[in-house]
């Protein structure tokens, strides 16, 4: 069934689609210290600033609700629990790239609201 569903190419595919999308996310968001990854399993690291790559818990908290209550599911990991991870079944299709990266940014604006306040 693997091969014939093709699940793996699937995952290489929609993987560099999606690292592309959190790319084009740490462009526009600060908070994004890296992004990294390999098929579908993917990585943010947050920071509260770059250039030290400072760990920034909190944001990664509150992204990680934001995206929870639109019904996207991380986790949350590392030593300074400030990355958030992505591990997405071997289905997910490129038109979910979309969604998931579409509430990630959501999720980033949102925390950068709160926590601004």
């Not at 920034?56 to 934001?66: K, L, N």
Request: hydrophobic share 40%.
């Amino acid at each position: 069934v693997i091969r014939e569903d093709r699940v793996m190419e699937n995952a290489k595919s929609v993987g560099a689609a999606l690292l592309e999308r959190l790319h084009d996310l740490k462009s526009r968001h600060a908070a994004i210290g890296d992004v990294r990854g390999r098929g579908l399993m993917l990585a943010i690291e947050m920071v509260s600033d770059r250039a030290a790559k400072t760990p920034d818990p909190e944001t990664t908290a509150e992204v990680f609700e934001a995206c929870r209550d639109q019904g996207v599911i991380l986790s949350k990991s590392g030593p300074f629990q400030s990355c958030l991870r992505m591990v997405p079944p071997l289905c997910l299709s490129h038109e979910d790239v979309d969604r998931v990266a579409d509430s990630l940014d959501a999720a980033f604006r949102k925390a950068a609201e709160r926590l601004k306040t």
